[in-house]
């Protein structure tokens, strides 16, 4: 596979911040400047996505892990910080599974350990064909309304709405196929990774029902549960986001 595009400013430990289905580098704006001046922050666009939409799409969760891996590697990165949204956080689990040792803290954010999940707004399938009668555009919009408790009046709707048209049909539709054939669930016990948990109370996209098997599975982890917010509770309370994960990042 080709290298993927990344974000890399800042100097310090590196954090590492994997975006979710159809997002992109820039969905992460605001954490990109709250770090920079404390961490080296690396924020890849999967692959399909984004700074990576010339690049071959994944059609597994596990392919999109190995591709941040082997970004990481090029980079010379042994340890690292790992915060993953959304389907970025099923992806920063499989890095978990396949080199655990080398993340020093992991942040699940509006997220779960199983892609097709029970009690979703929607069957995946049904998704897929929707994305295929809607097209691109339209399908971006309704999605990133739905991450948004002010829906696309939010001050950071626009950043979601523009990540959404930079990836394709196909590479969207492969995304879908990842989620709907990935199952992390057996494998959170082996997690050994000090862990924090975030999620907004009104997410509509994983229910409560995802994070607390995360919580309840991850040996050392921690839940956090941000109140009036959505599926982006990165873009609708950033600053009580980014203190959040501060905090968790610089506990010994």
């Known amino acids: 596979m080709q290298d993927i595009f990344a974000k890399d400013v800042g100097s310090g430990a590196p954090l590492v911040l994997v975006h979710g289905f159809l997002g992109s580098p820039d969905m992460w704006s605001p954490q990109i400047n709250f770090?920079?001046?404390?961490?080296?922050?690396?924020?890849?666009?999967?692959?399909?996505?984004?700074?990576?939409?010339?690049?071959?799409?994944?059609?597994?969760?596990?392919?999109?892990?190995?591709?941040?891996?082997s970004s990481l590697e090029k980079k010379k990165i042994k340890k690292f910080n790992l915060l993953g949204h959304s389907m970025g956080g099923m992806v920063v689990q499989e890095m978990a599974k396949k080199a655990g040792e080398k993340i020093l803290k992991l942040i699940c954010y509006g997220t779960g350990p199983r892609g097709d999940m029970p009690g979703r707004f929607e069957t995946i399938d049904r998704s897929r064909e929707k994305l295929k009668i809607n097209g691109l555009k339209d399908t971006a919009y309704k999605i990133a309304k739905t991450w948004f408790i002010d829906e696309d009046k939010a001050k950071y709707f626009y950043l979601c709405e523009e990540a959404g048209k930079q990836t394709t049909v196909e590479a969207a539709?492969?995304?879908l196929v990842a989620m709907k054939n990935w199952d992390g669930v057996k494998n959170l016990k082996n997690i050994k990774n000090e862990t924090l948990i975030i999620?907004?109370?009104?997410?509509?996209?994983?229910?409560?029902?995802?994070?607390?098997?995360?919580?309840?599975?991850?040996?050392?982890?921690?839940?956090?549960?941000?109140?009036?917010?959505?599926?982006?509770?990165?873009?609708?309370?950033?600053?009580?986001?980014?203190?959040?994960?501060?905090?968790?990042?610089?506990?010994?």
Not at 42 to 69: D, T
Not at 233 to 247: A, G, R, S, T, Y
């Open 35 to 69: 770090f920079k001046d404390n961490f080296r922050v690396i924020v890849p666009a999967l692959p399909g996505f984004g700074g990576s939409s010339n690049i071959n799409s994944c059609e597994s969760i596990e392919c999109m892990a190995k591709a941040i891996l």
């Open 173 to 175: 539709d492969n995304g």
């Open 199 to 252: 999620w907004g109370d009104q997410d509509k996209a994983y229910n409560f029902n995802q994070v607390k098997t995360l919580n309840n599975n991850i040996p050392n982890s921690d839940l956090k549960i941000i109140r009036g917010c959505s599926h982006n509770v990165h873009l609708e309370k950033p600053d009580e986001f980014n203190v959040i994960v501060e905090e968790f990042l610089k506990n010994n």
